[in-house]
Structures are given as structure tokens and as C-alpha cells.
């Protein structure tokens, strides 16, 4: 491995003077569970590790978005997160602020060379601190980002067992998403009838209602306005698509014909910080006449 790689290396397992070994394909697996959800905080994006050690050896380190394929072969090894921890900086790493960790554990960053790609981790500052005992669950491993990066959610961990076999091994597992519910959300509009019908703009608010499972602040976006018929130039103004914008104006129109009168259809979606999305939609009438 190149030299700057290898000096990262060696932060991790130093302390204890030992070689970082790969676990082939020909060593038994440990099982070990890493799971994570997100959530929108304060304009940024939180991943939120739970690591659950089912195996009989201890965890001195988690590394988030590395793949060794547990092949033993580091030429092939995978680098997957592609954004940077909010605030990081090579010469002071991660800003507390950023991240949390396990008591007596400490997390950085391993970039590699071309700066393209890298891996959060997560290891004990030194031999005296806890490792991750069998049947244990950390659930203190934080990232706070400044926009998403599916690749937090979808990638690997790196897991590393130093007491195993008096050498240190390591074991890739793929990171489980524990959040695959969409959040509810309901939209009622305001007025929902545009009255009379005499072609002027009428400001319509959102009132959007949105709960999720582990994300306080779903995404909202207006995805779309239509009607059920043809429309006009300037019949729908002011509003911001793939925006969380709750006010816009609609012509108060209809076709004199149309018994029904427009139907004016107003949908938003909710996005967790899991990726998990759903729709919903409201109406606003222009009525065919004010009995209508």
C-alpha cells in the first residue's frame, strides 16, 4: 500500500504493534451487524451507526465505507464515501461538533491518495480502552455531513478484530439500512375554492403536515400542479418546483362547459434522510357556478 496510506494505517493499529491481516475467504466469518439511519439536522445530514458484535472476539475498530471484499487482496480494496465530514480539515480532522464516538474511542478520516474517495473511522484510542465485547451494541458512532451521501447508507464496514488469534483481522460487511419507512404526509390547500371564476390570480398556501420514524426534518418539495383541463400561460405563477415552497398563485378560470369546473391538482413529496420517500396531494376547485 502507498506510504500515506500506510501511515494511516499504522494510527489505527500502532498501539499495539501488530500487522494489519485481511480475513480470506477461507476464515470463518464473525457475525457482526452494522445498521444505520439519517436525519436532517439544522440544514445538514446526520448518519447514525449501530454496531452490534454477535462474534466471540473483540472490536477494536469500525471503518465505514471500506471494502476489503474479504479476499485478502488490497489492490482491490473499495473506497465508497465520497463527502466529507462538515467542518473537516486535513491538518485537524474531524470538528467534534461533527461526529460523536464510543467512550474511550476516537473517529477521522483516511482519505486516500487521489483525494477522491475515503472512510470514516472508528477505533480505540489506545490498549487500555473498551473494545466492542461479544453480544455488545455501540449505538455512539455519529457523522454529521453538509449534504447526503448515499454511499453512508449503502456501503461497507470494515471490521477489525485485534485479539483474534493473537493477529489482527478484519471482516467487510455490508452496512444494513434500519430505516426503510417513508415519513406520513398530509397537504391541505388554502382556499381550496377560487371564487368567482373571473381569470384573476388567487395565492394559495400549503399547509403540510409531515412525521417520520428517526428523521425530525424530512425534505419537502412541490413536485407538481396540475389541472384538469387545459391551461393557460400565467394560470400557475410563483411557484418553485423540487422546493419546499408552500405558497404560489392559481388563475381562478374554468371552461364555461365543464360542469365538473377546474380541478386544480397540488402535490408534495417528504424525503427522509434515509432516502425513503413518499407523496401527497391536494385540490383547489374553480366551481362551474357557486351551487358547484
Not at 4 to 18: K, N, Q, S, V
Not at 96 to 118: F, K, L, N, Q
Not at 247 to 252: M, N, R, T
Not at 257 to 286: E, H, Q
Amino acid at each position: 500500500m502507498e506510504k500515506f496510506m500506510a501511515i494511516l494505517m499504522l494510527r489505527l493499529i500502532g498501539w499495539a504493534g501488530l500487522a494489519f491481516v485481511s480475513v480470506g475467504t477461507a476464515l470463518a466469518q464473525p457475525p457482526v451487524n452494522v445498521g444505520v439511519y439519517a436525519e436532517h439536522r439544522g440544514g445538514k445530514v446526520v448518519y447514525h451507526y449501530r454496531v452490534t458484535n454477535n462474534s466471540q472476539d473483540n472490536i477494536a475498530a469500525v471503518w465505514i465505507g471500506h471494502d476489503t471484499k474479504n479476499d485478502g487482496d488490497r489492490s482491490n480494496n473499495a473506497w465508497e464515501l465520497l463527502e466529507l465530514p462538515s467542518g473537516w480539515l486535513l491538518t485537524a480532522s474531524i470538528p467534534p461538533a461533527s461526529a460523536t464516538s464510543p467512550p474511550g474511542w476516537r473517529v477521522y478520516v483516511i482519505v486516500t491518495e487521489d483525494g477522491e474517495s475515503h472512510a470514516i473511522a472508528w477505533n480505540v484510542i489506545d490498549k487500555y480502552s473498551p473494545r466492542l465485547l461479544p453480544s455488545q451494541t455501540f449505538t455512539e458512532m455519529s457523522v454529521m455531513l453538509d449534504k447526503a451521501d448515499v454511499n453512508y447508507i449503502t456501503g461497507h464496514a470494515d471490521i477489525l478484530f485485534p485479539d483474534k488469534l493473537q493477529k489482527p483481522t478484519s471482516l467487510t460487511v455490508p452496512i444494513e439500512r434500519l430505516d426503510a419507512t417513508p415519513p406520513t404526509l398530509t397537504v391541505s390547500l388554502s382556499p381550496s375554492t377560487l371564487w368567482p371564476p373571473n381569470n384573476k390570480l388567487v395565492s394559495v398556501t400549503a399547509a403540510i403536515a409531515v412525521n417520520d420514524d428517526y428523521d425530525p426534518e424530512p425534505e419537502i418539495k412541490l413536485e407538481s400542479i396540475t389541472a384538469s383541463e387545459t391551461l393557460a400561460d400565467g394560470d400557475i405563477q410563483d411557484a418553485e418546483f423540487a422546493a419546499d415552497d408552500q405558497q404560489f398563485s392559481l388563475a381562478a378560470e374554468r371552461e364555461g362547459t365543464n360542469l365538473a369546473g377546474r380541478i386544480y391538482t397540488v402535490t408534495y413529496s417528504a424525503t427522509d434522510a434515509s432516502g425513503n420517500k413518499t407523496t401527497a396531494s391536494a385540490t383547489a376547485t374553480v366551481p362551474h357556478d357557486q351551487g358547484k
